[in-house]
């Protein structure tokens, strides 16, 4: 399969900040810090299954994964403030 960006590559579990680009890429300024760290875990994990690059399985996420991308989600969204 070929990439023609980095945007294309494939992401995974572990990939937690390039998971919470993604998210913040799609959402922008719609979640505030304190709404990110509100959002429920399904619905976050239903977000991640649909980022179109992402690779991992539902039965394979975590709580631990789940709360390091709402963490790395709230940096990238201090980053653009």
């Given at each position: 399969?070929?990439?023609?960006?980095?945007?294309?590559?494939?992401?995974?579990?572990?990939?937690?900040?390039?998971?919470?680009?993604?998210?913040?890429?799609?959402?922008?300024?719609e979640?505030?810090?304190?709404?990110?760290?509100?959002?429920?875990?399904?619905?976050?994990?239903?977000?991640?299954?649909?980022?179109?690059?992402?690779?991992?399985?539902?039965?394979?996420?975590?709580?631990?994964?789940?709360?390091?991308?709402?963490?790395?989600?709230?940096?990238e969204?201090?980053?653009?403030?």
């Amino acid at each position: 399969m070929a990439f023609e960006g980095i945007d294309d590559l494939p992401i995974n579990w572990p990939d937690h900040e390039d998971i919470a680009i993604k998210l913040y890429d799609r959402f922008g300024d719609e979640f505030t810090e304190s709404k990110i760290y509100r959002i429920r875990f399904t619905d976050l994990l239903d977000w991640i299954l649909e980022i179109p690059t992402f690779e991992g399985k539902r039965e394979d996420s975590s709580e631990g994964h789940l709360e390091q991308i709402q963490a790395k989600w709230v940096y990238e969204w201090r980053d653009n403030q």
